[in-house]
């Protein structure tokens, strides 16, 4: 029986029109060093300092001179990042937040996980009208979806693949066993981090920029369009 959901956002939950490649390709960049694409994909949905850390050195560059120079770049991708989701906010991917009701409603808690740092992605939520942990105010224009925690990458000792932001979404939902524990992704690292984290079903999903191609040889249980599809897909499983 399945009792928690863990979500990644941008791609997966939110539809940010490719924003974080994009900000995350100009930051490093802007270091002196080239991004080639697939490697950019490789690293998305990690952390970001850690992205931008590897992406340097795979560019040709290095990351610790000047010393401020990942911090530096860090900073010009969150206001790069803060600049394009002003220009075009991020909006639910569709179908998605009527899934997650749904989930909620079934007794299945929903946690979202993220690479982005917690001041970053609480601002994405407060766009959507998303709350954590709590029901959206009674005068509150639309229904806000509400989830049941939140993780971010800085907040763990490593960030995807690793599976620690899952098992910390277990420890604040309070779900013992990984058996009760579905994950979904838009990456390879998503899925490759419920893997590891021992969850009973990893989904990769198609709402982001990977194709079905790109997911060949990880450690899925099966590749959907949408987490809008999950309800459906665990109601077959019984």
């Given at each position: ?10 791609g997966t939950t939110i539809d940010d029109g490719g924003a974080v490649y994009d900000a995350l390709r100009i930051a490093v960049e802007e270091t002196g060093v080239r991004v080639c694409p697939a490697e ?136 013992l066993a990984v058996s009760e524990l579905i994950v979904a992704g838009d990456t390879a690292v998503d899925v490759q981090a419920g893997a590891n984290a021992g969850a009973a079903i990893t989904i990769g ?34």
């Amino acid at each position: 029986m399945i009792t928690l959901a863990v979500f990644d956002m941008a791609g997966t939950t939110i539809d940010d029109g490719g924003a974080v490649y994009d900000a995350l390709r100009i930051a490093v960049e802007e270091t002196g060093v080239r991004v080639c694409p697939a490697e950019l994909q490789t690293w998305m949905g990690t952390e970001k300092r850690a992205a931008i850390t590897a992406l340097i050195e795979l560019g040709g560059g290095d990351p610790l001179q000047p010393a401020d120079k990942v911090d530096a770049a860090f900073d010009s991708f969150r206001a790069t990042l803060d600049k394009l989701y002003t220009e075009q906010p991020p909006t639910p991917i569709a179908g998605v937040p009527e899934a997650i009701a749904a989930l909620c409603a079934s007794g299945v808690q929903v946690a979202l996980t993220t690479g982005f740092s917690r001041d970053v992605a609480e601002g994405i939520l407060e766009q959507l009208g998303w709350s954590i942990g709590e029901a959206a105010a009674p005068d509150a224009p639309t229904p806000a979806t509400v989830v049941d925690a939140l993780v971010c990458g800085d907040e763990v000792v490593a960030g995807r693949p690793a599976p620690y932001m899952i098992h910390r979404a277990m420890e604040l939902t309070g779900t013992l066993a990984v058996s009760e524990l579905i994950v979904a992704g838009d990456t390879a690292v998503d899925v490759q981090a419920g893997a590891n984290a021992g969850a009973a079903i990893t989904i990769g999903v198609l709402s982001g920029k990977l194709d079905r191609q790109a997911f060949e040889g990880q450690p899925y249980t099966a590749l959907l369009d949408s987490v809008a599809e999950i309800p459906a897909y665990l109601a077959t499983r019984g």
